[in-house]
């Protein structure tokens, strides 16, 4: 059932997630599509979130967006700076002075290069002191090798023990690769196809900005109606490797999927191997922590033996 709508107000608004906007050229949604998103989302009582591009919008645009219950997603570079104030989500992607444009109220998400991750992954333990929540994007999963995936675990580790120690003196940072899924028990996933739809600047919908930027097929458009092409495709259910699996943290990004299988519904190695390893130490954390106390414990995190689920399967 479809639960969000992410409206893409320009072809410039940054990504926000694993996939690189190339774009530069100024290509802001009409005010009559604006409004028309607007209306689908409200008909069909979606939660809607807004993709600002970098630049001030015009007042009339403000005024229509502000008529109606919605999320902000901007970039810290935007030069709206009210909007970068009030904005739900702010995405950064550059680690230089990152804690210099952090406060304990909003939720970040850093986007990073997996090798500027392993530069730059202690400042993540001063970030954490400061913000409620920070959400770690990689750009690059599908570059990944074997040494990256064991650089990564060891590091994982790392920020473990310094979460563990925040916990214990009853501090309680967010991350999604290490403390979402503590307070999960069922798959907490991306859903883009199935339960969150994205319209773009022109007017038609998409899977999400990904499918948009890279010269996907769309998805219907505002004035015919939303009609996803091999809908079940994009659910859980029709996952056959994600639907065993118990990495609840994991975005189960169709975009790469289909970026590194061909295929919408099945993750690659990478995806699946450093979901677990984010998995597996979170069960650790958890043990971490309750060396101390009770904590959380209607959440069990099992062991197991295998770090891509596809390995359990043909087993
Ligand atoms: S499918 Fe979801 S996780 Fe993947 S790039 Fe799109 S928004 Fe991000």
Not at 37 to 63: A, C, R, V, W
Not at 158 to 187: G, V
Not at 277 to 304: D, Y
Request: hydrophobic fraction near 35%; charge should be negative; proline fraction near 4%.
């Amino acid at each position: 059932m479809l639960k969000y709508l992410i409206i893409k107000l320009c072809d410039t608004a940054p990504s926000f997630c694993h996939y690189y906007n190339p774009n530069n050229v100024k290509n802001l949604m009409t005010f009559e599509t604006l409004k028309e998103s607007i209306l689908f989302g409200m008909k069909e009582n979606l939660n809607i979130q807004f993709l600002y591009p970098d630049y001030e919008l015009p007042t009339e645009y403000k005024e229509e967006i502000d008529k109606v219950d919605h999320t902000d997603i901007v970039s810290f570079w935007n030069k709206d700076k009210e909007l970068l104030e009030k904005a739900e989500i702010v995405v950064i992607d550059s680690w230089h002075d990152v804690t210099k444009h952090l406060n304990g109220v909003q939720s970040y998400i850093l986007r990073t290069s997996k090798d500027d991750f392993f530069k730059n992954y202690k400042v993540l333990m001063e970030v954490l002191l400061i913000v409620q929540r920070i959400n770690i994007v990689f750009t690059d999963i599908s570059e990944c090798n074997k040494e990256d995936l064991d650089k990564y675990k060891n590091i994982l580790e790392e920020i473990s023990d310094f979460i563990a120690k925040e916990y214990i003196s009853a501090k309680t940072p967010q991350t999604n690769i290490l403390t979402d899924r503590f307070l999960l028990k069922s798959m907490n996933n991306c859903n883009a196809g199935d339960e969150v739809i994205t319209v773009a600047p022109d007017g038609k919908f998409y899977v999400c900005p990904a499918f948009y930027l890279y010269e996907e097929k769309d998805e219907g458009n505002l004035r015919d109606g939303l009609k996803v092409r091999n809908s079940q495709l994009y659910k859980l259910s029709h996952a056959p490797i994600c639907r065993q699996c118990d990495a609840y943290q994991c975005k189960r990004c169709v975009w790469l999927n289909k970026q590194m299988t061909l295929e919408v519904n099945t993750p690659s190695r990478e995806q699946c191997v450093i979901a677990h390893l984010e998995r597996n130490q979170t069960r650790k954390l958890l043990q971490q922590i309750r060396v101390h106390g009770i904590f959380m414990p209607e959440i069990e995190i099992p062991e197991i033996n295998y770090l891509d689920p596809f390995d359990k399967i043909v087993r």
